[in-house]
T-cell receptor, first 110, second 116 residues
């Protein structure tokens, strides 16, 4: 079992729609959870982090964490073509390593 | 603008060359990281320094040699690399590695390495 898994892409949504990205992790003792956005040829950029169960909202982005289900998600509301990128879920595990999932490629169609 | 600066942005080297990648951060962070990223793959952890001491080595081949001269600088010395080592090498920093509720990594723009 991989440590961090994400829903397979690519994911295509029309402009203005909600994009839903999912992530599961295997280490139940994981402490912190992050979403990074990576444009082609660029480095990852942190867009959200969450430590506690529940929802965390920042502008058009909402991160959701359910530690009992070992599940993290990212919702992007009012998706824009500029949101087209690869979204990487990252988990800080109980042994203090930040491990990345394989990424989900999102394409927002104008 | 990123506050983690990596040089050079691009590097082409032969298998017998010795080169170094450099990383500098000015955020007062005490943990610094090297990740390797191949095309269409996620970043893969190589090394972690915490308070200038090597705390994690993910069984990286000895042809990669990290160095942390001070809390702001991180180097990756390269020697006798193979073509399969061609990748984007990402440096990152975070506030502290072990502190509860932290761990956000801030990445530099990366150094794209090609080994001929």
């Amino acid at each position: 079992q991989k440590e961090v898994e994400q829903n397979s892409g690519p994911l295509s949504v029309p402009e203005g729609a909600i994009a839903s990205l999912n992530c599961t992790y295997s280490d139940r003792g994981s402490q912190s959870f992050f979403w990074y956005r990576q444009y082609s040829g660029k480095s990852p950029e942190l867009i959200m982090f969450i430590y506690s169960n529940g929802d965390k909202e920042d502008g058009r982005f909402t991160a959701q964490l359910n530690k009992a289900s070992q599940y993290v998600s990212l919702l992007i509301r009012d998706s824009q073509p500029s949101d087209s990128a690869t979204y990487l879920c990252a988990v800080k595990t109980s042994y203090d390593k930040v491990i990345f999932g394989p990424g989900t490629s999102l394409s927002v169609i104008p | 603008d990123t506050e983690v600066t990596q040089t050079p942005k691009h590097l082409v080297m032969g298998m017998t060359n010795k080169k170094s990648l450099k990383c500098e951060q000015h955020m007062g962070h005490r943990a610094m990281y090297w990740y390797k990223q191949k095309a269409k793959k996620p970043p893969e952890l190589m090394f972690v320094y915490s308070y200038e001491k090597l705390s994690i080595n993910e069984s990286v081949p000895s042809r990669f040699s990290p160095e942390c001269p001070n809390s702001s600088l991180l180097n990756l010395h390269l020697h006798a690399l193979q073509p399969e080592d061609s990748a984007l090498y990402l440096c990152a920093s975070s506030q502290e590695r072990r502190a509860q509720g932290t761990g956000e990594l801030f990445f530099g723009e990366g150094s794209r390495l090609t080994v001929l």
